[in-house]
């Protein structure tokens, strides 16, 4: 009788059955569907951002009487944060454009030097507002005329006035791109972990529900088959990751989309993936000791929800407070707990802002925390993953059967 | 190097209060067809799973070939569980690979072996679907590949012929012969007492957790005392009550079964018969072992009971 040489080493296992999972994964039509959806979805947004931001506001039309007031109207609707096109038409052509929509508005100054707006209904607040402020100056300039002074000069004066701001604390300058680039961070981070932490749980489960988790434990120890599921899992998200938040970068930037520096758009795609690997390898052991416990698909949801709710407080805190307070005291403390840390750092990172001591403090928290969740979600997989029917409670899957 | 043994070497296992194995000890030789035979909740697939790993025992020992059962041992293992289980989401072919390979073959040899034994067992032409595709004798036709795969040098079966059609369960028992032949140990479990009767070289039968009889078939069955079994049309009743050393066990018309103690001449019983007129049969008869079997389980619950 021959013996052959069967020896498996402890890692090949592991690389065997992540190797099973990434096969499994890549090839599944809902892994595909959703990394293409959300690549289709995040270059659309980009170019939607593209269309919306380029293009003016508005289309005023002046006469060519007023058209000196073309320069005027344009500085005084950019100090309002609008962009506007500025057309010299005719005044019966000017007419036939508001009303059939092509003109926003024309602008007509009577012989008095009064200004009248034709529109087709109503003239919005913005625009009002506009074209208050220049009657207001055409008044200032004609009196200050005819009091014998020199308008532009008075107009010159007035522009280099201005105050001086003294802060009390250095403030740190959050631009409006990276609190963009925070909050889809989040979003990304949120839903690979929530993805990914679920299919590890449904995989535990689909091998204890179809039972062939006792063939495979008659070759591989359990925590080889955990390690490998997890890892496997791990190595198609983190993928997806790569892939989505590279894509997505580079549509924004290319596009001209997030006016950020590519420094930090680098950087925030570095740290996601720090974080997306610390958060999925926290989350799912968890999830995978948790699912362990329960014998049907149908349990999962029920058995992983108070580990899924750390997950979600700490994306539902930093999505709702950070946008608007990025330095907010208790996003901060929490970003720094290692259960919240996965979601919330990620963000406040993209925002800017973080001292270096929290980064390396939260990333130092979770890094001690994982040997831990190691042993003990080990230690509850091998106890529990054998005891088929009813949910295993937690206290009996840390006594060995 | 041993003698290539399968020794269970009195395993105990209890869970809490119940005693699932107490002190079970059997072994099966190398070229050996050994059938595990023992009422639903006896501890057979309790002591198969011990002896996969996949369930410590409290104490006792696995051996094979003279040495204690380490996980490297188990690779050598080819185990088919009671549940039976396969990734139900995943194709015949590269499911066998995988389970091959977690035992140790080259991605080469498993592959070559997944070919042969998919051919073998009349399933090569579903390799491409997945299993939760195939009719249920299918899915046994893969659980039985899954278990040879790895050219296991133990076979261990748990209850590997329910549920089998008669052709399915030809194929199965050519297998398990072909493999016992190839001079490994094989045990498995089974209800069906006339299939392990048929295929076995040795029985074991286990009852609350205890093995209560182990032997040839043979040897077992000559444990049981011999029946005569004599129809005589004219026999009244009770003709053969007053022949000494043989006790009727029944009479149903003009068949009449007796049980003759150790050294009686069967040739006095055939006189005392023809002499009530003619004789159509006389024959002698061994218990079945479902007999046996019937006899050990319900005689030892008796015992328990007083």
Not at chain 1, 264 to 277: E, I
């Amino acid at each position: 009788m021959t013996t052959p040489d069967v020896r498996l080493g402890s890692w090949e296992a592991v690389r065997l059955v992540a190797g099973r999972e990434v096969a499994t994964k890549m090839r599944s039509k809902a892994f595909i569907i959703t990394t293409v959806a959300t690549l289709v979805l995040l270059v659309g947004f980009a170019l939607v951002m593209k269309l919306v931001s380029s293009g003016a506001d508005a289309t005023i039309g002046v006469t060519r009487d007023s058209s000196t007031l073309a320069a005027p109207l344009k500085t005084i609707a950019g100090q309002l944060g609008e962009d506007v096109d500025v057309r010299t038409v005719d005044e019966a052509a000017g007419r036939a454009q508001v009303a059939d929509g092509s003109l926003d508005a024309l602008v007509i100054a009577g012989a008095d030097g009064k200004l009248r707006v034709v529109v087709e209904k109503d003239l919005d607040d913005t625009w009002r507002n506009a074209l208050n402020v220049l009657a207001g100056q055409l008044v200032l300039n004609k009196e200050i005329a005819g009091l014998g002074g020199d308008p532009a000069t008075v107009r010159s004066a007035i522009a280099n006035a201005s105050v001086d701001v003294e802060p009390l604390e250095e403030p740190y300058p959050y631009q409006s791109g990276q609190l963009v680039l925070g909050i889809v961070a989040g979003i990304l981070i949120y839903m690979s972990l929530l993805l990914n932490g679920q299919l590890v749980a449904q995989g535990v489960v689909e091998e204890k529900s179809s039972r062939v988790v006792e063939l495979l434990l008659s070759t591989i120890r359990p925590w080889q088959l955990m390690a490998g599921k997890v890892l496997g899992i791990g190595l198609v998200g983190l993928v997806q990751m790569v892939v989505i938040g590279g894509v997505g970068i580079a549509a924004a930037l290319g596009l001209d989309v997030l006016s950020i520096s590519t420094s930090a758009a680098v950087g925030t795609v570095v740290w996601l993936v720090v974080w997306y690997l610390l958060g999925f390898i926290t989350y799912s052991l968890v999830f995978a000791a948790l699912a362990a416990l329960v014998s049907r698909q149908e349990d999962v949801g029920g058995v992983i929800t108070p580990a899924l709710m750390f997950v979600i407080v700490g994306y539902v805190i930093g999505i709702s407070v950070l946008p608007s307070e990025p330095d907010n005291t208790l996003a901060a403390v929490l970003s720094v707990i290692p259960v919240f840390a996965p979601t919330l750092m990620p963000m406040r990172l993209a925002m800017g802002g973080v001292p270096v001591w929290q980064a390396a403090l939260s990333v130092g928290l979770v890094l001690a925390l994982i040997p831990v969740l190691v042993w003990l979600a080990g230690r509850i997989y091998a106890n529990a993953v054998m005891r088929s029917g009813g949910r295993v409670k937690l206290i009996d899957a840390m006594r060995p059967a | 190097m041993g003698d290539g043994r399968l020794e269970i070497d009195h395993i105990s296992k209890r869970y809490g209060d119940v005693v699932a194995l107490r002190d079970t000890t059997f072994d099966v030789r190398a070229g050996e067809l050994f059938g595990f035979v023992g009422s639903n909740g006896a501890g057979k697939t309790t002591t198969m799973r011990i002896a996969l790993g996949v369930l410590a025992a409290d104490s006792g020992e696995v051996r094979w070939d003279g040495e204690q059962v380490t996980l490297d041992t188990r690779r050598h293992i080819g185990y088919m569980p009671e549940e039976r289980g396969l990734y139900p989401k995943m194709k015949v072919g590269e499911q066998l690979v995988y389970m091959a390979r977690l035992h140790g073959l080259s991605t080469k040899d498993a592959k070559r072996s997944m070919e042969d034994w998919t051919e073998r067992l009349g399933v090569a032409h579903r390799r491409g679907d997945d299993v939760q595709t195939l009719s249920l004798g299918n899915q046994q036709r893969v659980q039985l590949a899954a278990a040879l795969v790895h050219n296991p040098c133990i076979l261990v079966l748990d209850e590997p012929f329910s549920g089998l059609d008669p052709i399915a369960v030809d194929v199965m028992s050519k297998v398990l012969q072909d493999k016992a032949a190839d001079g490994i140990p094989v045990v498995f479990s089974s209800h069906q007492l006339e299939l392990v009767e048929r295929l076995c070289h040795r029985v074991g039968i286990i009852r609350n957790g205890q093995m209560v009889a182990i032997g040839e078939v043979d040897e077992l069955r000559s444990g049981g005392a011999d029946e005569l079994i004599v129809v005589a049309p004219n026999a009244e009743e009770g003709w053969a009550a007053g022949l000494a050393g043989v006790t009727v066990r029944g009479q149903e018309g003009s068949r009449t079964v007796l049980e003759l103690d150790d050294g009686v001449d069967d040739q006095t019983v055939l006189h005392a018969a023809l002499a009530t007129g003619p004789v159509i049969e006389f024959s002698r008869r061994r218990p079945s072992l479902t007999e046996l079997y019937r006899e050990v389980v319900t005689q030892e619950t008796e015992e328990d009971a007083a």
